[in-house]
């Protein structure tokens, strides 16, 4: 289903956090479940992959995750701040000590203000500031802006397993 190498980078991903006793889990939008997908596409990822939340509509952000409506429809569901909500509740949420969240316009269509390809993150680690990445990918297609998401989400939790493993001493290698 997906690419070897991307399953390779997730198989690398499941091995470090586990080697570092570390869970994880995902809010996810507009890859609609793509990441948790992938990382439980491979045997075994339940040992550190805690939940993933598919929060594709707004409605689902604010009932799943606790996101006030009121944020959403100041800020934009795809939003720095509702990627920075997003992940906070998620790890709130779950017993995951990493929390990656991703809405974005995955396209076709969006606007001048937020075109396809326009996708934002969040990063949550527990006792630590959340970080938010913002990524134009451009008006790939559907499918690409979402797979390079996919990308870029192990990413993101690749530097969150790392920096608890750097802080609390546990082994990420």
Do not use: W
């Amino acid at each position: 289903m997906f690419s070897e190498p991307l399953t390779r980078r997730a198989e690398d991903l499941l091995d470090h956090a586990r080697t570092a006793a570390i869970m994880m889990a995902t809010a996810e939008s507009c890859t609609g479940g793509l990441v948790a997908g992938l990382l439980t596409s491979i045997a075994g990822a339940s040992d550190v992959f805690e939940r993933g939340f598919v929060t594709y509509s707004n409605e689902s952000k604010t009932e799943l995750l606790g996101i006030p409506a009121a944020i959403i429809a100041a800020h934009g569901a795809v939003s720095a701040e509702v990627a920075r909500r997003m992940a906070t509740q998620c790890l709130l949420k779950s017993n995951a000590d990493i929390a990656v969240s991703i809405t974005g316009v995955a396209g076709p269509g969006g606007s001048a203000h937020k075109p396809a390809g326009l996708v934002y993150f969040g990063l949550a680690v527990r006792d630590h500031p959340v970080q938010v990445v913002c990524k134009r990918f451009g008006d790939r297609g559907r499918t690409e802006v979402r797979l390079v998401a996919v990308d870029t989400a192990l990413a993101l939790f690749e530097q969150g397993v790392d920096l608890i493993a750097q802080i609390e001493g546990r082994v990420a290698d």
